[in-house]
T-cell receptor
């Protein structure tokens, strides 16, 4: 079946450090891929998405490239801020009749000043 | 402002009691979803509904029930049969276009605890 695997956290970085959160997926078709972010005590917000191979999603300095050959969608940011501290979820959707999302387990990021 | 409203933010359940979590959206979305979030386990799908008066079980439907009498509303009842209800519950909605890979938008969540 379809699945998403994320690197386990927590990840602790100093402000202005480079961030990479790894995400790989297993899917039978050609899914769309998403990164969602969850700030403490809140729901999930869509951070970025990519709908086909080689697409790059970007938002708020975060980027992720849909790599079909490696079935990956790694999240990167060149210089993190304390306000980026949150839990990040990688997810995929294959569409079909359900349109459901399949989530990874989440990676908690803490950024220290 | 368009969005998804979940209430209450915090809810406490006594043993043997049924409780209902509210989810309302004014985005005119066809599809609505309920997820359960436990620490370290990501989100798991409880129920989803693609159209009014129709809904399907997700991966962990046992001990839960839903209704979809109006497009805007998708309440979730946590029944006494759910023996471990303590979790963070998230509601989401999306435009439903069969075959499309639709973005889901989430509410702020309800944290349910057992007294």
């Amino acid at each position: 079946g379809n699945s998403v695997t994320q690197m386990e956290g927590p990840v602790t970085l100093s402000e202005e450090a480079f961030l990479t959160i790894n995400c790989t997926y297993t899917a039978t078709g050609y899914p769309s891929l998403f990164w969602y972010v969850q700030y403490p005590g809140e729901g999930l917000q869509l951070l970025l998405k990519a709908t086909k191979a080689d697409d790059k999603g970007s938002n708020k300095g975060f980027e992720a490239t849909y790599r079909k050959e490696t079935t990956s969608f790694h999240l990167e940011k060149g210089s993190v801020q304390v306000s980026d501290s949150a839990v990040y979820f990688c997810a995929l959707s294959e569409g079909g009749s359900q349109g459901n999302l399949i989530f990874g387990k989440g990676t908690k990021l803490s950024v220290k000043p | 402002d368009g969005g998804i409203t979940q209430s209450p933010k915090y809810l406490f359940r006594k043993e043997g009691q049924n409780v209902t979590l509210s989810c309302e959206q004014n985005l005119n979305h066809d599809a609505m979803y309920w997820y359960r979030q436990d620490p370290g386990q990501g989100l798991r799908l409880i129920y989803y509904s693609q159209i009014v008066n129709d809904f399907q079980k997700g991966d962990i439907a046992e001990g839960y029930s839903v209704s979809r009498e109006k497009k805007e509303s998708f309440p979730l009842t946590v029944t006494s049969a759910q023996k471990n209800p303590t979790a963070f519950y998230l509601c989401a909605s999306s435009i439903h276009v069969p075959g499309a890979k639709n973005i889901q938008y989430f509410g702020a969540g309800t944290r349910l605890s057992v007294l």
